[in-house]
């Protein structure tokens, strides 16, 4: 059965980097046609698509989040990963991670979600 | 603003049927699949409909979805306490190449 987990840092100080990291257990993320990606949710708010990754390395981002992100993959730790620079208190969120099927937003398998505030 | 937009909040009785509209344009409703999520307080999102109709192993087929154009609706019938929950809408946008949300919709059941 397909397990997302995501770690990192829960406290990240306003214009510093937050890194967060999905660790992908019951299946291989480069054995397989999907997409991984990385959702948050700002408290009592909605659901917002951050970005996705191919296991070659192919990269989709919102374009609102463009210039401060980055997803990489690592296939030999079965790990993906997040960067979100320049951080500010309109970043804090539960961020989680999942499989994407990659044409229609289907995300089938979820992380249990990590909470980042952003705060001095 | 979401590029999607769902009514904030619906209700409804135990047992009684609901609806959530999910309202979006050409470039993503109307030529891309969409997807609806069940967000139980405190959980990780779960996916309910994919395919704009086609439901996950172990969804009930209380749970249905259609698209019509550049609009999608979940719908929900024989309503439970336990279906309580934010439902989000989502489809992947061709022009901003990238997965968008709608703003969801709070259940309560009466």
């Known amino acids: 059965q397909l397990q997302l987990q995501e770690s990192g840092p829960g406290l990240v100080k306003p214009s510093e980097t937050l890194s967060l990291t999905c660790t992908v257990s019951?299946?291989?993320?480069?054995?397989?046609?999907?997409?991984w990606g990385w959702i948050r949710q700002p408290p009592g708010k909605g659901l917002e698509w951050i970005g996705n990754?191919?296991?070659?390395?192919?990269?989709y981002y919102n374009p609102s989040l463009k210039r401060r992100v980055t997803i990489s993959v690592d296939t030999s730790k079965n790990q993906f990963s997040l960067r979100l620079t320049s951080v500010t208190a309109a970043d804090t969120a539960v961020y989680f991670c999942?499989?994407?099927?990659?044409?229609?937003?289907?995300?089938?398998?979820w992380g249990q979600g990590t909470l980042v505030a952003v705060s001095s | 603003q979401s590029v999607l937009t769902q009514p904030p909040s619906v209700s409804a009785a135990p047992g009684q049927r609901v609806t959530i509209s999910c309202s979006g344009s050409?470039?993503?409703?109307?030529?891309?699949?969409v997807a609806w999520y069940q967000q139980l307080p405190g959980t990780a999102p779960k996916l309910l409909i994919y395919?704009?109709?086609k439901r996950p192993s172990g969804i009930p087929d209380r749970f249905s979805g259609s698209k019509s154009g550049t609009s999608a609706t979940l719908g929900i019938t024989g309503l439970q306490t336990g279906d309580e929950a934010d439902y989000y809408c989502?489809?992947?946008?061709?022009?901003?190449?990238?997965?968008?949300f709608g703003g969801g919709t709070k259940l309560t059941v009466l």
């Open positions: 395919d704009n109709n």
């Open positions: 999942a499989r994407d099927h990659g044409s229609s937003c289907i995300l089938d398998n």
């Open positions: 990754i191919f296991y070659s390395g192919r990269t």
């Open positions: 050409s470039s993503n409703i109307g030529n891309k699949n």
């Open positions: 019951g299946g291989s993320i480069s054995r397989s046609s999907y997409f």
């Open positions: 989502g489809t992947w946008d061709s022009s901003l190449s990238a997965g968008v």
